[in-house]
């Protein structure tokens, strides 16, 4: 159990299971930067985010709620959660927007699921699955909670905190992801991840030095 | 790397600047001047008697653009900026080093090598490019061969003091050639020696104020990464001064500052009428030729430059950002040392 002054952004996970250096620097360093792809995204949340409350067949739809959860250490903010209708219970269902489209692993669905896990923890509740949004192909992907979904996002929270609490950013991997990295500027891994000696630049910049 | 944002600066005595939805719009006595959108903008340079409305001060502050203040010459009054980012870790972890006496000498001995290697380039392009032109190109020769051995003996200084006392001798020595260096217009642009507050003739006040631009770009990167301008490792710290942007600029003061310099004198563009003395003693450039100054600066940041340790071209603007950078890695213990930018 974590207490409130120890609670982390749940977009942390995501960001863990897609590259632990970008996790730190923006984590630890406090670092932002966008490209088309960020732009893209917070372009389709704003229009995702225009109504708080709205009432469709029998579904009630919130947006930006606050999410948390002591278990996982997280805290955050939701992009839609329907309520459906289960008996005379209302079951929370959260949906994520991506302005992408359907990726192999799991990055999407572990922070999914950690909104979920919240909802649970909130309101005692059980989540069986929640959706995707993609933009790019317009398609909803449905996702369920199983066990190993659940494991794997509880170990990522666990990681993400024993990251933020070493107060260190790992050396960069270079590999092709790097391309598509808002933070590719930022981070540099093409330079930092060779080991470059600085000071043998230095003494070739002295070496150099030619009597004119 | 990073894309280069525009400095925007206002010069004009009188200018008001507002926002209008997302741009930034400057106007005087009610006609628009300029505007152009908040997002291509990094930051607002203001010199003198120009009024800024809160609302563009929000408008900036919301999009990481920060709004300087100076008076009409140069001298820097305050900055309006959002809130302190970065790490604190980062900053924390460049006070601790500030007081380590050999984390102290191997980042003042890369500074002063960028220092002294880009100075001393100085002298051979000129050497090389105009060897004709220059009167006494030996004591040119001279100074350039004294700059080599300092170079050489960088790395066996034993600590701070005896880097600091070598960076004096070569100041002077490279200053002491620099009329050399003047191929048009000597009679009116002549130095005796490096002078500063006031500024005592015209090249030293061209000097100043290219140098008030710099450091004002250099703190902008610097705190663009998190790091604190103030606490540097050659320069002292000294409440008010920004030493860590003082330590950074080195590298820069003779391939951008003093290059820009000559240029304007030696191509003709600044007028030498437009300089008046003050009854103290101290110089002072008019509107104009502060206008051109900034100008020939802003266009110097949008060429691009070979960056020997990044091996890849990049915008002069962007150098300062670059280096920042290098230096914030270099803090982090992700770098050996500090790659100062070498231009060749």
Redesign the interface.
């Given at each position: 159990m974590y207490c409130e002054d120890d609670l982390l952004h749940i977009r942390g996970v995501q960001q863990l299971s897609y590259c632990k250096r970008r996790c730190a620097l923006l984590f630890i360093e406090q670092q932002w930067s966008d490209n088309f792809f960020t732009a893209k995204g917070i372009v389709m949340h704003d229009k995702a985010h225009v109504e708080k409350i709205e009432h469709k067949k029998g579904v009630v739809i919130e947006r930006d709620i606050y999410l948390k959860s002591y278990e996982l250490g997280l805290i955050g903010k939701s992009d839609v959660v329907e309520f459906h209708r289960s008996g005379n219970k209302l079951i929370p269902f959260p949906v994520e927007y991506k302005s992408g489209k359907a990726k192999s692993d799991n990055v999407d669905k572990v922070q999914l699921c950690a909104q979920a896990l919240c909802l649970e923890e909130m309101m005692n509740v059980t989540i069986e699955s929640g959706a995707i949004f993609y933009g790019k192909t317009r398609n909803r992907l449905n996702v369920e909670f199983n066990k190993s979904l659940r494991e794997e996002t509880f170990a990522l929270a666990q990681e993400f905190h024993s990251l933020v609490d070493s107060r260190e950013t790992p050396k960069p991997e270079y590999s092709k992801k790097c391309y598509n990295c808002s933070f590719e500027e930022l981070c540099l891994p093409e330079i930092f991840d060779k080991q470059k000696s600085v000071k043998k630049y230095l003494k070739k910049i002295v070496n150099n030095e030619k009597t004119i | 790397?990073?894309k280069l944002f525009s400095t925007l600066y206002v010069s004009t005595q009188g200018a008001y600047i507002s926002k209008e939805r997302e741009n930034i719009v400057v106007s005087l006595q009610s006609k628009e001047l300029f505007r152009a959108p908040v997002h291509l903008i990094n930051s607002v340079v203001c010199f003198g008697n120009i009024m800024c409305s809160p609302f563009l001060l929000g408008l900036c502050a919301e999009n990481n653009a920060s709004v300087s203040y100076f008076t009409e010459y140069g001298r820097f009054i305050a900055k309006v900026q959002s809130p302190v980012?970065?790490?604190v870790?980062?900053r924390k972890q460049q006070y601790k080093y500030s007081d380590d006496g050999k984390f102290c000498l191997e980042t003042a001995?890369?500074v002063l090598?960028g220092k002294l290697?880009n100075s001393?380039t100085v002298i051979?392009r000129a050497?090389r490019d105009h060897e004709d032109k220059i009167s006494d190109s030996d004591k040119l020769?001279q100074v350039?061969?004294g700059l080599?051995r300092a170079?050489?003996n960088?790395?066996n200084a034993e600590n701070v003091d005896v880097l600091r006392g070598m960076e004096g001798d070569a100041a002077v020595a490279y200053f002491s050639v620099f009329n050399k260096l003047i191929l048009n217009h000597k009679e009116e642009f002549f130095m005796p020696g490096r002078n500063r507050r006031p500024p005592k003739d015209r090249v030293n006040c061209l000097l100043s104020f290219v140098y008030t631009l710099l450091v004002h770009d250099v703190s902008s990167a610097l705190e663009g990464v998190?790091l604190d301008p103030q606490v540097g490792f050659l320069h002292k710290d000294r409440p008010g001064r920004p030493s860590l942007s003082l330590d950074i600029m080195e590298e820069f003061r003779s391939v951008i500052a003093d290059r820009l310099v000559l240029t304007l004198i030696n191509l003709s563009q600044v007028n030498a009428n437009g300089f008046s003395e003050s009854p103290s003693g101290g110089v002072i450039m008019d509107d104009e030729n502060r206008k051109i100054v900034i100008d020939a600066y802003r266009k110097r940041k949008e060429e691009e430059i070979f960056h020997?340790?990044?091996k890849e071209n990049i915008h002069i603007g962007l150098l300062y950002h670059a280096q920042a950078?290098l230096f914030a890695?270099?803090i982090?213990g992700?770098?050996?040392?500090?790659?100062p930018f070498?231009w060749k």
């Open positions: - | 790397m990073k980012s970065g790490n870790l980062l001995q890369s090598l290697s001393r051979n050497l020769k350039s061969d080599r170079i050489a960088v790395f998190g020997p340790f990044f950078l890695r270099y982090r992700d770098i050996d040392a500090y790659p070498i």
